[in-house]
């Protein structure tokens, strides 16, 4: 299963789009770009494996392997980026502003359960990272 996330930029969050074998699944976001620093920037843009995991204050939710210079980055619910994420990913239903969203449990209920489906078939779970390219979005 692979899951792209297309990013846009901007100084106070960094907003994304979530698909799914080229279908929409959720907005994303995440705490701006600032040089891959722990808990203040989000994650540099590439390929990462995906695997379901369990902890008390997040409950389920998904981490991110092999990370460069960071570790512990999980997709967990969470609506406003600078507030609640320290370089993770949080799916959001709707976006309400640069880095803030809204309903994240309900968005993480979906992207679980994709997961979930993909692990029992014994699929690799895979994330690429790509920028949102609104150059190249202009001349198509």
């Not at 990462?48 to 409950?59: G, N, Q």
């Amino acid at each position: 299963m692979e899951l792209v996330l297309h990013r846009a930029y901007f100084k106070e969050g960094t907003n994304g789009a979530l698909f799914n074998s080229g279908k929409f699944l959720c907005h994303t976001i995440e705490l701006p770009w600032n040089n891959n620093k722990r808990n203040i920037s989000c994650i540099p843009e590439g390929t990462y494996e995906v695997e379901p995991r369990f902890s008390k204050r997040f409950k389920h939710h998904l981490i991110l392997k092999a990370v460069k210079g960071r570790s512990f980055i999980l997709f967990h619910p969470a609506n406003d980026a600078l507030k609640e994420l320290q370089g993770c990913i949080a799916p959001v239903t709707y976006l309400s502003g640069v880095g803030k969203g809204i309903y994240s449990k309900n968005a993480m209920q979906k992207l679980l359960s994709l997961v979930y489906q993909a692990k029992d078939r014994k699929e690799q779970i895979l994330l690429t990272i790509k920028s949102q390219n609104h150059e190249h979005l202009r001349t198509l």
